[in-house]
């Protein structure tokens, strides 16, 4: 069995194409979305500033084989962030990600003299 890690992973992309009903739902929805929402979950959490109304992030955890890589969870995230969007009936494009393995990350700790 292969070693497996967990992924944080920010999908950005900015709103292309969306209908004047999409364009309405964000709208009203915009409070739901802010920055208090943005959780990293498997399902995804979406997040978009309401004006304007141009550029929107999903954050999403991914637990994949280690050796698949950072690549891979980028894609994994990816074709999640995709598949929600279109159900929601939101067009969308030019989508770019950031990946932070959880399992290899240093964390500074400071000397117990220093806090």
Avoid: C
């Avoid at 992309?13 to 999409?22: N, R």
């Avoid at 962030?81 to 159900?87: D, G, N, S, Y």
């Amino acid at each position: 069995m292969s070693e497996q890690h967990t992924y944080r992973v920010i999908v950005r992309g900015t709103w292309e194409g969306l209908t004047d009903e999409a364009r309405a739902r964000l709208l009203a929805e915009a409070a739901d979305h802010g920055m208090a929402s943005m959780r990293f979950t498997e399902e995804g959490s979406l997040s978009y500033e309401p004006a304007p109304l141009k550029h929107f992030s999903m954050r999403y955890v991914v637990v994949s084989d280690a050796a698949d890589g950072e690549e891979m969870a980028a894609a994994i995230a990816e074709d999640r962030a995709q598949t929600a969007l279109r159900k929601l009936g939101y067009g969308f494009g030019d989508l770019k990600s950031t990946v932070t393995d959880l399992d290899t990350m240093k964390i500074n700790r400071k000397p117990a003299s220093r806090r």
